[in-house]
């Protein structure tokens, strides 16, 4: 536990954290914990047709290294075949559902598509230190 927060709600907070920078930047979030066909997305985001795959890694400390460095290729592989079930399921003709307001969805063309990844640290209490988004791990 990490002050007061088990494994799994310090990292929910950090991809509260996430979304909330993600939509600060211009970003629509298309989903959620999407998982499908062995593999789970934390966020979709969709922002001036680009489609991206946001991997969110929170830590409280270096410990172990940076949260980043926990991406590795086998979940980089994992990532990329859940967004492949996510486009097959999701998308027509090229473009994506994206939530917009009152409830409105919109479908937007896709001309790009990335994993990114964001690093999250967290004090034990759930106050955030550093936030680090690195774009375009890999293209999809």
């Known amino acids: 536990m990490r002050g007061g927060f088990s494994a799994k709600k ?27 066909n062995g593999g789970e997305i934390d966020i979709i985001g969709y922002k001036r047709g680009k489609l991206t795959f946001f991997e969110v890694k929170t830590r409280s400390n270096e410990t172990f290294g940076r949260p980043a460095d926990a991406v590795g290729a086998e979940k980089t592989a994992r990532i990329k075949k859940a967004a492949r079930s996510f486009r097959a399921e999701c998308m027509r003709g090229g473009k994506v559902p994206v939530p917009f307001f009152f409830g409105k969805t919109l479908y937007r063309r896709v001309y790009k598509k990335s994993v990114d990844i964001i690093e999250i640290m967290l004090t034990h209490g759930g106050e955030l230190l550093e936030l680090n988004h690195i774009k375009d791990v890999e293209e999809l």
């Open 10 to 36: 310090f990292g929910a907070a950090g991809e509260d954290i996430a979304a909330a920078y993600l939509k600060k930047h211009g970003w629509r979030v298309v989903a959620r914990n999407y998982a499908e």
